[in-house]
């Protein structure tokens, strides 16, 4: 019996009792590889002796201040350093609880620059379908996942529209080469832009790399320019979400650094405290500082646990042994393993439709018949009997199921810590 809402109402998971390096124990003592960071969170793997003293330190020394009063060390260094250096123009940092609380942030501050930069009637969201953004109503909103957005479609906000993702794999037509393939998914948003009013748009929401919605899909060369582009030409934001995909999953600290663009907003969450507390955040454009320092002085939105001095020393820790263990350079390398050795062992598996990623960031599409790319039968959990099956053989992984745009799909995300080794990814 339990009191506990699980995400299965009708069989609650084992207990997880310990975790060390890349490993997870339950309470009977099961031992799995975390081979996909939970949902690409895990980064560091667990127990890593230099967070857990960060923690410890700052537990002792001062466990919370409410915002309104103070701010903490902890995030006042974790902001240094992640928009110390601006990258790509990125100059402030705002830290929340989670992914969906992230993306809420990143959507209010951008309707707030709309009013405070003299264009209140920006008021419409572009976002892509097949895309998830968070849990919560707005973030939900913005998300394009059928399957996850059907039970409240109603009460979901209409300032959102959706367009098609860059899915290669499946929307590619025959003999479409990338510039053309960008040029058609360019056509299509700047023809939404025009419907709404191109002067009406906030902003554009993107996954960087589309995470458990689709499965590790990278956009094809040149698509983010074009993006960045029209955003830019119609004076919109462009607000990347690398919950998943960011700090570090896709070989270089930010996904975008890999695309040739920069975000106006970048939310990031996962990799931030890699697990070890929860926190996630939102990294800011100068202008859109400017914006709101020059009109009203104050972002109106707050939680009562932002910026929390637990949290922030945690990932300050986590990313500060990602610099200095130089572990960009192993996602590298362990990536480049993980690539091999999935088309090696899976490439010709009748099932495997593809296989894609970026750094330790890879997906493995399931298909019924390959030459088709036709889908299994929901009814068949295929996700959820891979997710069991691997468990039981000693691997948890990721997979991902549902109706997508009226058709099912099914996927298994392997994202495993960036400390692991090429004998743990072997
Ligand atoms: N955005 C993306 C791309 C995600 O993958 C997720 C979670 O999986 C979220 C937002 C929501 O993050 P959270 O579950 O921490 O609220």
Redesign the pocket.
Known sequence: MTHIVHRNLREAPPVAASGRGIWLRDASGHEVIDGSGG??VACLGHGHPHVVAAMKAQIERLCYAHTALFTAESAERLADMLVGHAPGGLTHAYFVS??????EAALKIARQWAIESGQPQRTKFIARRQS?????LG?LAAGGNAMRRAPYAPILSDAFSHVSPCYAYRDRRDGESDADYVARLAAELEAEFQRLGPGNVIAFCA?TIV??TLGCVTAVPGYFRAVREICDRHGALLIL?????GMGRSGTLHAWEQEGISPDIQ?I??GLGGGYQPI?GILVHGRVIEALTRGSGTFKHGHTYQAHPVACAAALAVQEVIRDEKLLDNVKAMGALLEQGLHERLGNHAHVGDIRGRGLFWAVELVKDRASKATFDPALAVNERVKKEAFARGLACYPMGGTIDGRHGDHVILAPPYVCTAEEIA
């Open positions: 949902a690409a989670s992914g969906s609380e992230g993306m998830y953004h968070g849990n919560t973030a996954e995470g458990a979400d690398e919950v998943m995909s939310v969450a996962k996630g």
